[in-house]
């Protein structure tokens, strides 16, 4: 009996302490009340403070909550529009990048602008709309269909990233730009 309250004094005692240098990857840190090896004990620095957008509806307020499920504000259900992005909360983010979404018309029909979307019958992965230098709507349609993106994958984003020369992106009204900018 002695034995077993010693190993669970000695298991406590491993989760509840932090490890040596060394213990979790670099940019990682570790998890509380988790053994050293175990699954899990691990996570992203940053990862639990994950915010998500929500709008109101009527007045297209924009709420940020910590975790993710049904809210309401003032009486109204809030709706939900994704992860916050990580540099707009530190204030760090890239303004080259940011897109703007606006309403337009092309061929007839009302589009939103600078948002992509997925095509799954047409002839490339993805597809977006957007204004170019004339000021006409376009649809720029980018991606391969038949690969996966692995971006989480240094070598493979570096090798991309080089390979398109993802640091002069070109316009937005070319396929180029929206690939890299999903790279």
Known sequence: MKKYIDAIKQYSQDATTSD??????????????????EPGSCRKIGSSKADYKYENPRTGEIF???????????????????????????????????EYSEAAE???????????????????????????????????????????IKKNDPERRKSFRARHNCDTPGPKWKARYWSCKMW
């Open 106 to 148: 092309y061929q007839g029909k009302k589009v939103t602008l600078n948002k992509p979307f997925l095509t799954p019958d047409g002839p490339k992965k993805r597809s977006v709309y957007v204004k170019n230098e004339k000021g006409n709507v376009v649809k720029v349609n980018f991606g391969d269909p038949n690969m996966r």
């Open 20 to 37: 040596e240098a060394g213990a979790c990857w670099e940019g990682y840190e570790r998890v509380p009340n988790t053994k050293k090896g």
């Open 64 to 98: 940020m909550y910590s975790r993710r499920g049904p809210h309401k504000k003032d009486g109204v259900s809030l709706v939900y529009k994704g992860k916050a992005a990580e540099g707009f909360l530190k204030g760090d983010w890239n303004e080259e990048w940011t």
